[in-house]
């Protein structure tokens, strides 16, 4: 149930005030009213407050119209306030509805009077809600501003023609400009290097071709050219909306200095450490190459053909060089194998061949305690492993055997055809060729037996008998 209203009357006539708020309770028969004939009543009313409506006397004895609506602004009344009075000059009632009366009425037409009121009560409710409106959106900017000003990262906010409307202190001290010199400027002369202008304005148009009424953030690094024309490397995080119509791009850029440099000392490191590992490698694998003169080389050949192979099946960088350093001590394992056995001409007796085997198992349990990116225990641990089963140690088939593995033995069985054994002559690339097609399939992996192929038959790759370079 909707409260009574609530009628406030500014009036000095007692048979006036009396007809009037008779004719206000035919409309409202519940209302609350209350008279004020001067201005100590008027000034009582204003201390209790507690009204929806002010209905305003022009010809007060001691107080004017014009005060009267003063007071009620000051006391922020936001209800309507109508003139109800006798005669009246039309300019001295239009001059107090620019002050802030709603309407006028003349007492010899009160039938008007409710009907004002009502359009009154709703412009009130009206002007309420956009208050409220104005009143949130202000707090919404006012929070935004305190967000914008606070914000670590520089805030750039451009119009789609690339002009800047408004920098925020951290920017001011990324490039260290103020943003009374930045806004006005354009974005790609003032803060983008002239080596990327070109292409900030390419990605700009291609990002305003999005057809979406806010373009989803990108994020990019890149570089920013600060006041003293310095290059900074920057993260940015590039955002869009509509306001007023008209695109606007809001850039987060984040100054990455301290990150690029850490990259770059990791990298550094990484390298060192990469370097040092290939170095002690290329010398434990000398050390294997001392108890075993004939396969002198061996490893180094078998892991520039496994590089190549594995290359050539479109492994990345890192992958490529855990290969290259598992094919280089595959056969660490054979540093238990005693000399005599490792030097012998002619062919192993079963007892011999069986002892060889172990070397896969021993170059394993060597490897296995070492942390490395790559599973190069594995690789020497599985490198005579066939995919039907049939190899050893562990008689592993199929996926089971890594790709390594499966990339070192088709090297290993080249370039062991192809090189010079103590029971034996070197029987050619041919017939090392022809016996990765025969077990194509069915001992070896099919990929890396086509990869080795390709590098033979149509790419010319030459098995040499240079050393490993531990410099590239």
Known sequence: MAAPLRIFHVEDDDKDAVLIERILRRRWPGLTYRNAKDRKAFQEAMNDGGFDVVLLDYHLPDISPENVVDALKTSHFSGPVIIVSGIIEMTQATALIRAGAYDFVEKSNLDRLAPAIER??????????????????????????????????????????????????????????????????????????????ERHMAAMNNYKSNNSPSGSPRTLETEALTAEGKLVPVEVLISSTIEASERIFIASVRDISERVEAAKALAKSNRSIRQSLLSTIDVLTRTIEQRDPYTAGHQRRVADLSVAIAKELGLGDEDVLGIQMGALIHDIGKIHIPGEILTRPGRFSE????????????????????????????????????????????????????????????????????????YRPALGLDRALEEIRKFRGSKLDPDCVDACLKLFTEMDFQLSATTFDKSS
């Not at 009560?121 to 000003?149: C, G, K, P, S, W």
């Not at 060889?356 to 990116?373: C, Q, R, S």
């Not at 995919?387 to 290993?412: F, H, M, N, T, W």
């Open 120 to 197: 009154g009560l709703e412009h009130a409710v009206a002007n309420d809600q956009r208050d409220i409106a104005d009143n949130r959106r202000q707090e919404t900017e006012n929070r935004l501003r305190t967000i914008f000003e606070a914000e670590q990262d520089a805030l750039v906010v451009a119009g789609s023609d690339n002009i800047i409307k408004e920098f925020n202190p951290a920017a001011e001290r990324l490039f260290g400009i103020s943003a009374a010199e930045a806004v006005g400027n354009s974005v790609p002369e003032l803060l983008i290097p002239p080596s990327l202008r």
């Open 351 to 422: 007892a011999e061949f069986n002892l060889m085997k172990t070397h896969t198992t021993a170059g394993y349990d060597i490897i296995k305690g070492v942390e490395l990116p790559w599973p190069i225990a594995d690789m020497a641990y599985q490198h005579h492993e066939h995919l039907d089963g049939s190899g050893y140690p562990q008689g592993l088939k199929g996926d089971e055997i890594g790709l390594g593995a499966r990339i070192i033995a088709v090297a290993d069985i080249v370039e062991a055809i192809t090189a010079h054994r103590p």
